[in-house]
């Protein structure tokens, strides 16, 4: 059987923020941004997927019809895919899947969330229905409170501290800074991040990611198609694939090992025949400080034990790390985390570095492979992972 | 007391899913509520799940038997809940653990102490309660005589 190569023909997003813009709205600047050089999506896109974790926001579902329509399509296969916040990429991967079968020449692969509409309240409440109903939501954990649950193991059974997760924050914020893209374009310090009121200890506020409001989208498209895009001469293309689930509930998984993650990474660079040291930038879903730090080790960057020098030179990290780029884009961290759009973001991020299109003060210089790992309800719940090369 | 252990193992027969079933949530919280925490027990590799389901995520098998458990074990993890879901903004601040009971078996809860008396590896006992008025709002209709499950420190 003859396996179409999956190209990424056109990237593209809306400002991430706080906004008046509905989802929908938020949307039409994605594809206005990806389709700005290329033919209409009716010419070319033959199915659509959208990432979108809860219609409690703006008490919408059927994403995939409406946001079809919004670009002009009609009468093809459109459809929201829910997986938290990992909605995003597994919406991306679907669109691969696709792709690589013959069966679509070209699949846009959205996501979109308008969290603001709900203040601090609605978002608590729409993301606190990723949890366990039985156990957990009822005794009314929360998405900082799930993930505090990990990071305090974790930095019980390593030599991490508080401090150590402020510098990925503050390292992310500086990548933040230099990406146009970003919600917040400004760096802070370690300082500053320690004196943040705790949120749900060890994790302060400025070890979360902020609500968002955003949109992405990625056109995931056969050579022939993607040649209609840009300069013509595609270059990206989805390598691997990886996605898995694991436990529900917090307590029957590993606290300190994203076991899930680890599968899904695994599983992408197979498919794509690379290793945790060819990969030059990774995004790595830092929704909390501590995640980077457990996806660093999941995927293979960092031994076990040691993700939290994430924010370190790569020179300056223990024996064992990789030379990978971590969360480029100012991660979920600065970039912002609109939960269903986040992954496809990832794989923007990923696109300009790979492309060299990347802003200087954070682009890779030759980067040509990259990972995003996309995560959803605490951890790896849910979690997906693409190896994007050149 | 009904003894709750007393019923079907797995795997299960269709007409034996029915509200009494302790793999069923409406089962399991009727025993709680008798003071009995139930898991399921796999017989191929011994994982114990609570709350008790038909099938062991980490063998596969599906030939499970229900089990009482303990209801003493220590603190694996904790925090404290500061930005709550609305309904329990009253309730706020309070603390949350995955506790490990005597016999392995694991289950996230509420703790009765706050954060800074609580920490890893802390004993617990296990206590349940009717709803409170701010757990009822937060209760859909077929929850809401099932109890809330807490940790005290033994």
Same mark, same amino acid.
Request: proline fraction near 8%.
């Given at each position: 059987m003859t396996v179409t190569k999956p190209y990424v023909a056109a990237v593209g997003t809306s400002a991430f923020g706080r906004t008046d813009l509905t989802g929908r709205d938020l949307f039409s600047a994605a594809v206005a941004e990806a389709f700005e050089d290329g033919?209409?999506?009716?010419? =070319?896109?033959?199915a659509l997927y959208v990432g979108n974790?809860?219609?409690?926001?703006?008490?919408?579902?059927m994403h995939g019809t409406l946001l079809a329509e919004w670009c002009g399509l009609r009468h093809v296969p459109a459809e929201r895919v829910e997986g938290c916040a990992a909605a995003g990429a597994l919406a991306l991967r679907h669109a691969v899947e696709d792709v690589r079968s013959g069966r679509r020449d070209a699949v846009l692969a959205c996501g979109v969330e308008k969290?603001?509409?709900?203040g601090t309240a609605g978002a608590t409440n729409a993301l606190s229905?990723?949890?366990?109903?039985?156990?957990e939501q009822r005794s009314g954990v929360t998405a900082p409170s799930q993930y505090a649950l990990l990071a305090q193991r974790y930095l019980h059974d390593t030599d991490a501290t508080e401090r150590d997760l402020a510098r990925i924050a503050v390292k992310n914020h500086a990548n933040g800074a230099a990406n146009?893209?970003?919600?917040?374009?400004r760096e802070t310090d370690v300082e500053t991040v320690l004196d943040s009121d705790y949120v749900a200890p060890p994790l302060k506020l400025f070890d979360c990611a902020p609500v968002t409001d955003g949109a992405a989208v990625v056109l995931v498209a056969s050579e022939a198609v993607a040649? +209609?895009?840009?300069? #013509?001469d595609p270059t990206v293309r989805v390598g691997g694939v990886g996605a898995g689930a694991n436990n529900? &509930? =917090?307590?029957?998984?590993d606290l300190t090992f994203v076991e899930g993650a680890h599968e899904a990474a695994t599983d992408a660079y197979d498919e794509a025949g690379?290793?945790?040291? %060819?990969?030059?930038v990774a995004e790595v879903?830092?929704?909390?400080?501590s995640c980077e730090a457990m996806l660093a080790e999941a995927a293979g960057f960092a031994p076990r034990g040691r993700g939290?020098?994430?924010?370190?030179?790569p020179a300056e +990290?223990?024996?064992?790390?990789?030379d990978t780029h971590l969360s480029?884009? #100012?991660?979920l961290k600065a970039r912002g985390h609109p939960i269903g759009a986040t992954g496809i973001a990832q794989a923007v991020e990923v696109y300009e570095q790979l492309t060299g299109t990347a802003t200087p003060d954070r682009q890779v210089d030759g980067a040509t492979t990259g990972l995003l790992i996309n995560e959803g309800? =605490?951890?790896?719940?849910v979690t997906v992972a693409h190896v994007l090369t050149t | 007391m009904t003894d709750h252990t007393d019923t079907p193992t797995a795997p299960?027969?269709?007409?034996?899913?029915?509200? %009494?079933?302790?793999?069923?949530l409406p089962g399991f919280f009727a025993a709680l509520n008798d003071g009995d925490l139930l898991a399921a027990v796999c017989e191929d590799c011994g994982n114990r799940l609570v709350p008790p389901?038909?099938?062991?995520?980490?063998? &596969?098998?599906?030939h499970l038997h229900v089990e009482e458990q303990p209801q003493t074990g220590t603190v694996v993890s904790y925090t404290e =809940?500061?930005?709550?879901?609305s309904a329990l903004a009253e309730r706020a601040p309070y603390t949350v653990a995955v506790v490990e009971l005597d016999s392995g078996a694991r289950l996230t809860g509420r703790v009765t102490v706050p954060y800074a008396e609580t920490d890893i590896g802390m004993p617990v006992r296990l206590t349940t309660r009717s709803l409170a008025a701010d757990e009822l709002e937060l209760a859909l209709d077929h929850e809401k005589e099932w109890p809330i499950h807490e940790f005290e420190p033994a």
């Open positions: 033919p209409d999506p009716a010419d =070319v896109v033959d974790q809860s219609e409690s926001y703006e008490h919408q579902i969290m603001t509409a709900g229905a990723a949890f366990d109903r039985a156990l146009p893209r970003a919600q917040f374009q040649r +209609r895009f840009g300069t #013509g529900i &509930g =917090v307590a029957d998984r690379v290793a945790p040291a %060819d990969i030059d879903h830092d929704a909390f400080t939290y020098e994430s924010a370190l030179p +990290r223990s024996d064992g790390w990789t480029t884009s #100012g991660g309800g =605490v951890a790896d719940a | 299960l027969a269709r007409d034996d899913v029915t509200a %009494d079933s302790p793999f069923t389901r038909p099938a062991c995520y980490a063998c &596969g098998g599906r =809940v500061r930005t709550p879901p």
